[in-house]
């Protein structure tokens, strides 16, 4: 059975576009591998609420995909290892 989940993850603002693309698309296939890419939403350039690893902003990307209870696992390990994310943040909109 497929839940709904929702990743949210902050891209270093000051990667080239096509870096940017890259690391959005490689989100995405982690999550066709295992499940469905649902909405996009790329929120773009925003100052972060407080500075990570002494950076002021942030490119913001939320993407909403079902797939199996392991996928976010698998997506969390591929997110830390990639040194273009600063941060992210994977919730599983089924539970309440």
């Known amino acids: 059975m497929n839940n709904n989940y929702e990743v949210m993850f902050i891209i ?3 990667l080239e ?3 940017k693309e890259a690391a959005i698309e490689m989100v995405k296939e982690v999550i066709t591998a295992d499940g469905e890419v649902g909405k996009v939403n790329v929120w773009g350039n925003r100052k972060l609420a407080y500075p990570i690893q002494k950076k002021n902003e942030g490119y913001y990307v939320v993407i ?3 797939g199996s209870p392991e996928l976010p696992k ?3 390990r591929r997110l830390k290892i990639s040194d273009s994310f600063i941060r992210h943040i994977i919730i599983n909109k089924d539970e309440k």
């Open 12 to 14: 270093q603002a000051e």
């Open 17 to 19: 576009d096509d870096k």
């Open 64 to 66: 909403e995909f079902t």
């Open 74 to 76: 698998e997506l969390d």
